[in-house]
């Protein structure tokens, strides 16, 4: 669903509700820029140097290109996890977003963003609009715009805080402008009885009228101001079009103007903060700013009729799921977006990694890398990896079952590759499948001994080629190493140690899909299930690939959207998930995300893992 700066305020409760209710949010970012490819520093012979950057190297330059790049456009997924009907499913509700850079000029904040020639180039080959982010983008402020505009809207309001001209002696027109002034005024006081309760300032001789062409300028207005401000504090001053009206000092009244100044200016902050809602509804942020009578518009902006006490409750019932609920944010190769996302929506960046990842794991306790999930024991090589291929090669994957909401159909029948909402749909169907199947097949399990996985990609492949393979198999590997070898897991001693007794089975139906086959799949299987080998088949193969050179990929084919990794190491063996698949995919108090929870793929850094959070227990529910 297409989201822009017209439809946004009446779809806010609707995305916030999203939000709450999923079970995870993908992300995706299209940016006007990104850090440009240091080159490798020469590696020493003796290994102690290997020429990689260090993590914290990639982090000040991926920092320094956030602070100097704008983001354009944004997709959001909310996946909710259907478990009461009688078949579980994920249901996907996809959006996308373009991001205006531009600052309402009455705020007074300017913003400073900048073009990188390579990513516009990029952007245009792959049908982005250049105009789009400027006529149909949603607006944003960060939390530190949002606050300096505050401030210097409150000022406005305190005319205490004008400073004064000086009005040179040489200045004699602007000193005879004063005293005129200043006898209008006394002549107005003076009166018993004057003929109006106020006192309207103009130019020497001309009428005040407000279609007047000719009045009074700025300056001349700023002189009023500052002589009634400091001679006549029984008066205040209202600026007019053309005149400046002066009238007797009423507390009450000032009172309510300023009220009225402050209500306004929250009206216009709650707009301008636009996009950041649906950030902080994601952080456990503050929600109180939300305007619920910004959500009587139409889809094109117009102003409708809504029972708001009605939206006042619905608003009110969703802040209270999101102050209680920690929102699992999924990414494929999350860092760049993640330090993007930081600096664009909640502040300046630390000058640490270290910073970084602390403050990222207490914002979100639970952050998913799609790319790490992919790449997990990769070792030292840099293994294929693209998002588009592995979501390809995932597709035909029957259970979980994914279905996109109805009223979410944009990308149902056609792919649009490059397109922010889009790809982070694809994501959030990689996280589905691809822990569902790694869950299954027990890799994941710490005390195992595990050969290195080349690519997500060829395993998959493989799996189909090999599904039914037996040792008599002309096509397994005939090399020792590849042989035949006995399947275990860490939970076996585990195992050995419980009282004998066998809990019954879980229920197994047969789901049909696309394929010419039809498989059977258990319905949420109890762990030692999930970790057994498929039927029939106590033994699992471990398989090779071709040696050569792995052509290394990021998100996209080009390095404005993510960072190259390849670094032209040479494949290793693999290990193959199991054919068994469950469900739904691992919850999120699972052990599973222990090991794959909280860790950013970083390739081309020597510690090629950005961990998030190395020590704390999960927390998610």
Known sequence: MDVDKNCFQSLLLDILTAISKAHFVSIDFEFSGISSRQPFKPATLDGADTGKQTLQERYEETKEAAERYQILQIGLTCVEENVDDECPKYITRPYNFFLNPVIQERLDVERIFSYQSGAVDFLLRNGFRMEAPFTLGVPYLSRDEEMLARVLGTARGDRSNVADIAVLPTDIE??????????????????????????????????????????????????????????????????????????????????????????????QLSRQVGFRWLVEAMVQGDLSGVDARNFARSKDGEPVFVDLDEVNKQLEDVKSVLREKPTVLVGHNLFTDLVNFYRCFLGPLPPRVKDFQRDMNRIFPMIIDTKYLATHNCGSINPKSSLGEIETELRSQIVPLI???????????????????????????????????????????????????????????????????????????????????????????????????????????????????????????????????????????????????????????????????????????????????????????????????????????????????????????
């Not at 002589?227 to 009206?245: A, C, K």
């Open 403 to 621: 279905a996109t909401h109805p009223d979410h159909p944009k990308y149902a029948f056609s792919a649009a590759a490059h397109e922010a909402g889009y790809d982070s749909l694809l994501t959030a169907n990689v996280l589905i499948r691809l822990s569902t199947k790694l869950e299954a097949s027990g890799t994941w399990v710490e005390g195992v001994e595990q050969p290195r996985v080349v690519s997500v990609l060829e395993a998959l492949r493989l799996m189909a080629s090999s599904s039914d393979a037996d040792d008599e198999n002309p096509s397994a590997p005939e090399s020792s190493e590849q042989s035949r070898t006995q399947w275990t897991t860490a939970r076996k001693k585990k195992t050995r140690s419980k009282k004998k007794g066998a809990k019954p089975a879980a229920k197994t139906r047969t789901l049909t899909g696309s394929s010419s086959s039809s498989a059977n799949f258990s319905f949420r299987p109890t762990p030692a299930q999930r970790l057994a080998p498929p039927p029939g088949s106590p033994t699992r193969q471990r398989h090779t690939v071709a040696k050569g050179r792995i052509a290394s990929s990021f998100v996209h084919v080009s390095q404005y959207d993510v960072l190259p990794e390849d670094d032209g190491e040479k494949p290793q063996r693999m290990f193959l998930p199991a054919h068994d698949t469950t469900t739904l995919m691992p919850p999120f108090t699972s052990d599973f995300w222990r090991v794959y929870g909280n860790k950013l793929r970083v390739f081309g850094t020597v510690e090629g893992v950005c961990d998030l959070n190395p020590k704390r227990p999960l927390s998610i529910g």
């Open 174 to 267: 602007s000193l005879e402008f004063m005293e005129r002034v200043r006898g209008e005024i006394e002549v107005w006081k003076a009166a018993e009885t004057p003929q109006y309760d106020f006192l309207n300032i103009a130019l020497a001789g001309q009428a005040v009228e407000p279609t007047n062409e000719r009045g009074l300028n700025n300056f001349h207005k700023r002189l009023v101001h500052q002589l009634v401000r400091s001679d006549y504090p029984d008066l205040v001053t209202i600026s007019r079009p053309n005149f400046i009206q002066i009238v007797a000092y009423d507390k009450e009244r000032e009172d309510a103007i300023k009220r009225s100044r402050l209500s306004k200016l929250e009206e």
